[in-house]
């Protein structure tokens, strides 16, 4: 029973150590880079975030859409998180 429980342990703490995708900022951003490149790291991390908190994931997703610039798919991210928490219609 032992081994069996330690086996169950040890298979299901392997995902803790899943690597997270890496996602380089450039290096030397000046000026007009910046603008730029904050577009393609959103754009990058937005394809492999993740978060099981589906408030806190749609928070975020919102943010880096708006980031670059699909403002239609950001608005109803919000709509989607507003629902979620339930939000009065007639609050801003």
């Known amino acids: 029973m032992r081994f069996l429980l330690g086996f169950l342990l040890a298979t299901l703490s392997l995902s803790s150590f899943a690597q997270a995708p890496e996602v380089r900022a450039p290096a030397g951003l000046q ?3 910046v603008d730029a490149a904050m577009v393609v790291l959103a754009r990058d991390v937005g394809k492999a975030y993740r978060d099981d908190d589906r408030a806190r994931y749609l928070t975020t997703l919102f943010r880096l859409q708006l980031v670059t610039g699909r403002y239609l798919q ?3 991210s919000i709509g989607s998180l507003r629902a979620l928490r339930n939000d009065d219609a007639s609050q801003p």
């Open 31 to 33: 000026g007009n880079d």
């Open 74 to 76: 950001a608005i109803d």
